[in-house]
Every structure is written in C-alpha cells, then in structure tokens.
C-alpha cells in the first residue's frame, strides 16, 4: 500500500472513535500516514477555529482577516500537536521507556486527534464548554490507546503517569 485512500482513511477515523486497537496498528504501519495524520489534526484545528469564529461575527471582522484568523488558529493548533509529539518521544528516549520511533508517534497521536474535528460544536451555547471537554477527553483516550497498542504498554504505575503527563500537557498546550 502505497498511499491510503478515502475510504481507508474514513474507516481509520470510525475505528480511532471506537478506540480498536487494530486500527492504531494499521495507523502506525502506513507508509504514508504522516501527512494524512498532520492533515488531521490541522482540520481539526480549523473547526476549533470555526467554533470560535463567532467572536469574530459579533466585532464584524473582513473576510479577509476571517479566513487568515481561521487558519492562524489552524496552524498554531498543529505546532501544539508538535510540541506534544515531540515531548512524548523525548520521554520515550528515557532509559527504560518504551523505544517509538517519532514518525510513529506523529501518525498515532495525529489520528488520535480525530474526535476534535467535532470542536466546532463549541459554539453551542451552554453546551459547548462540555462538549469540547467530552472530546479533549476522548483525544486523550485515543492517544493512550494508540501508545498502549504500539509497544504493548502493561497497565502500570509508568504507564498511567505518562497518561496523567499528557492529559497535563494537553491542558497546558491545549
């Protein structure tokens, strides 16, 4: 396989929602999923862009600046994702960790990011806040799934203080 195409990529979407491990080991072993994976996780910064878009409405702001505030938040969002691949692989460089290369990393937690491509719901009043939290949650089970079924990870002390990191970096870094 070469590149992945539609169809495979919307069926590795339903199977990051339902959180199969089967489908994380498919995502770690496409030979082109990094820009797939990055392109994930820059739509999904695009519809947290849109559910905030309507402070953008109410100071009436051009088209223009619009669309250029859109992918801003895009593009800040995706060097966020980044920032948490790049962290979690020096962690995983520790002596004693589990060896990931950061290609892997970078395909896993990009498709784990998958559930946030619903942030535009965010605008709902009242509902937003809890739905957008429903999903940062739902992201960081997908990234704990994926990383458990990339090397096997036991349910340990280490692995659930890795956990407690990234839930605490995700907060952090957003």
């Known amino acids: 396989m070469t590149a992945i195409d539609s169809n495979q990529f919307w069926d590795l979407v339903g199977g990051v929602f339902r959180l199969e491990l089967e489908t994380f080991e498919e995502i770690a072993g496409l030979p082109r999923g990094i820009l797939p994976s990055v392109l994930m996780v820059l739509f999904a910064g695009l519809s947290l862009g849109i559910g905030q878009s309507i402070i953008l409405f109410i100071n009436r702001v051009k088209p223009v600046r619009f669309v250029f505030s859109l992918l801003l938040n895009a593009v800040l969002f995706t060097f966020g994702f980044l920032f948490l691949a790049f962290s979690t692989w020096l962690i995983c460089l520790l002596p004693g960790s589990v060896d990931v290369s950061f290609r892997t990393l970078i395909k896993v937690f990009g498709f784990s990011y998958a559930p ?59």
């Open 116 to 174: 946030q491509l619903f942030s535009f719901l965010g605008a709902l009043p009242y509902a937003g806040l809890p739905i957008l939290n429903v999903l940062s949650v739902w992201r960081l089970l997908a990234a704990v799934v994926g990383l458990k079924q990339l090397r096997h990870w036991r349910h340990s002390k280490r692995t659930r203080r890795h956990a407690d990191f990234l839930w605490a970096l995700c907060l952090w870094v957003g």
